[in-house]
């Protein structure tokens, strides 16, 4: 008997498909809104890159279709992002969601989900793109760092910022103590933004997010103090 959930219990609502590289934490925090009734959406597949990421079982286990697609043996990213879009588009998702996956995306690959397609990212963008978020904050010493959710664009970590995890930098901060307090916050950020989309609250037109059709002209934020995000 498969452990794969039937397609028709959550019919009525927008399909997903998340892709991992490792542990899949914020994954997990995806799953368990979707299980509350928080996410507004069913996670039709969770696909790797990678054999041995540890969120492939968090997805067999809440019953989620859990796929590896290896890029051994693609001669190029080209042909292993094409292959990607076929494994992603026989779900036919309404969005894509982008949760600790570890390659830089191809520009073909980007085009085709435009606007639907979306990452968290750890720092208050457009700080600190990149890897080594925590070590750089750190290092530069700043008062607050957090957590950014975008949409994806060809500019690495530079697509329009649609909603923000702030939390203070302490004096004897690490940056395994940053990470945690920040990773913390991406798992009740990364569910909240999933819900606006796929309500369709918000939407991207013309390199720009929109609320309930209207231009956010500056991320909506959510603190630890918060209940709620600022929207």
């Known amino acids: 008997m498969s452990d794969i959930r039937p397609a028709a219990a959550?019919?009525?609502?927008?399909?997903?498909?998340?892709?991992?590289?490792?542990?899949?934490?914020?994954?997990?925090?995806?799953?368990?809104?979707e299980r509350d009734g928080r996410l507004g959406a069913t996670i039709r597949a969770v696909i790797s890159n990678r054999p041995d990421a540890l969120g492939l079982?968090?997805?067999?286990?809440?019953?989620?279709?859990?796929?590896?697609?290896?890029?051994?043996?693609h001669p190029d990213r080209d042909a292993y992002d094409r292959r990607l879009i076929?494994?992603?588009?026989?779900?036919r998702p309404a969005l894509v969601v982008l949760a600790g996956f570890m390659r830089i995306l191809s520009v073909h690959f980007v085009a085709h989900y435009a606007g639907r397609l979306i990452n968290?990212?750890?720092?208050?963008?457009p700080d600190f793109r990149g890897l080594r978020t925590h070590q750089r904050a750190l290092a530069?010493?700043?008062?607050?760092?957090?957590?950014?959710v975008h949409f994806v664009t060809e500019?690495?970590?530079?697509?329009?910022?649609?909603?923000?995890?702030?939390v203070p930098v302490f004096e004897d901060d690490t940056p395994e103590?940053?990470?945690?307090?920040?990773?913390?916050q991406?798992?009740?950020?990364?569910?909240?933004?999933?819900?606006?989309?796929?309500?369709?609250?918000?939407?991207?037109?013309?390199?720009r997010v929109l609320l309930d059709g209207k231009p956010l002209e500056t991320p909506a934020l959510l603190t630890p103090e918060m209940e709620e995000p600022q929207w």
């Open 140 to 148: 530069e010493g700043v008062a607050r760092h957090g957590a950014s």
């Open 86 to 91: 076929e494994a992603i588009d026989a779900h």
């Open 155 to 166: 500019e690495l970590d530079g697509g329009p910022v649609i909603l923000q995890a702030r």
């Open 177 to 184: 103590t940053l990470a945690a307090r920040v990773l913390e």
């Open 120 to 125: 968290i990212h750890p720092s208050l963008l």
């Open 10 to 33: 959550s019919a009525s609502e927008p399909g997903i498909v998340v892709l991992i590289s490792g542990r899949g934490s914020n994954l997990q925090s995806l799953i368990d809104a």
């Open 57 to 73: 079982q968090r997805a067999r286990d809440a019953g989620i279709a859990a796929r590896v697609l290896d890029p051994t043996g």
């Open 186 to 207: 991406e798992h009740r950020i990364y569910p909240r933004a999933v819900e606006r989309i796929a309500s369709g609250r918000i939407t991207l037109a013309e390199g």
